[in-house]
């Protein structure tokens, strides 16, 4: 299979295109060579394959749609993200910079430097700022503070 070969996917989308449509087979082999100057979809290239699809959404075809049950695939770097830049802020506030973290990090987990934690071990990096924040009477975050005055 070269670079530029049509991939089963997508040969699949177009015969699918051609169902819900309703076209017949010289309809169909009509609108390949009218787009893409071949005969059979086997023999289109994957910008002719594109172009066939395009043709037949203005001809009626929905586009194609993901499973919406499908569950999306998970960003870690969006998954860090949250949580490095809030130890960055309780760093800030603490007065320490991030070689205390990364100590933090290798004392915790053994893990060499922050970016490299899970997403649950910088959860747990961050609650352990929490409890330093707290013991050293520091300003918290709104999320970071226990209401005052009530009891459990």
């Given at each position: ?8 996917p997508?040969?699949a989308?177009i ?5 819900e449509?309703?076209?017949d ?9 009218k ?11 994957i ?5 066939v699809l395009?043709?037949m ?8 749609q993901?499973n919406p ?5 998970p ?12 130890i ?5 506030s603490?007065?320490?910079g991030?070689p205390?973290a ?7 987990f053994?893990v ?17 700022l ?13 999320k970071?503070?226990k ?6």
């Amino acid at each position: 299979m070269t670079a530029d070969t049509i991939t089963r996917p997508l040969l699949a989308r177009i015969h699918i295109g051609k169902k819900e449509l309703g076209w017949d087979d010289d309809t169909y082999r009509d609108a390949l060579h009218k787009v893409a100057g071949v005969r059979s979809a086997k023999h289109l290239t994957i910008i002719g394959a594109a172009q066939v699809l395009v043709y037949m959404e203005r001809c009626g075809l929905p586009p194609h749609q993901t499973n919406p049950h499908r569950a999306a695939k998970p960003d870690p770097a969006r998954a860090r993200q949250r949580p490095i830049d809030k130890i960055e802020a309780q760093l800030t506030s603490l007065g320490y910079g991030w070689p205390y973290a990364h100590g933090m990090a290798k004392k915790m987990f053994g893990v060499e430097r922050v970016q490299w934690c899970t997403p649950d071990q910088l959860r747990r990096i961050v609650a352990a700022l929490v409890y330093h924040q707290r013991r050293k009477g520091v300003a918290l975050g709104p999320k970071d503070r226990k209401t005052e005055g009530t009891q459990p």
